[in-house]
Structure formats: C-alpha cells, structure tokens
C-alpha cells in the first residue's frame, strides 16, 4: 500500500505536531524541576544561615 503526496503531507505535519509537543513537555519540565531546584537550595541557603547566627558562640 503507497500513500499518497497529501498523506504523506499530512503525516509529515502531523509527526511536526506531537515532535512540538514533546519538545514543549520537555521545555515545561525542565523549566519547572529548575525553578523548584532553585526555590530549594535558597531555602537551605536561608537555614544554615539562620542556624549560623543563632548557634552558640
């Protein structure tokens, strides 16, 4: 069985679409575990230098 050229056309935007899509999941993933990371370390950034200055000298 051949496709025909307007299969395959669609085919090929079709396969442009969900390659978008995954690459924009990706993206969103990336960006989210990053920013969270980042929110983290501040945090503990924050508490060790409360810990510093309330520890006894």
Same mark, same amino acid.
């Given at each position: &069985?051949? /496709?025909?050229?307007?299969?395959?056309?669609? $085919?090929?935007? !079709? *396969?442009?679409?969900? @390659?978008?899509?995954?690459? %924009?999941? &990706?993206? /969103?993933?990336?960006?989210?575990?990053?920013? $969270?990371?980042? !929110? *983290?370390?501040?945090? @503990?950034?924050?508490?060790? %230098?409360?810990?510093?200055?309330?520890?006894?000298?």
């Amino acid at each position: &069985m051949r /496709l025909t050229d307007q299969e395959l056309a669609a $085919r090929k935007r !079709r *396969n442009l679409w969900i @390659a978008g899509g995954l690459v %924009a999941f &990706m993206v /969103l993933v990336f960006l989210t575990t990053f920013l $969270r990371m980042q !929110r *983290n370390m501040e945090e @503990a950034r924050a508490m060790r %230098a409360n810990a510093v200055a309330e520890a006894p000298r």
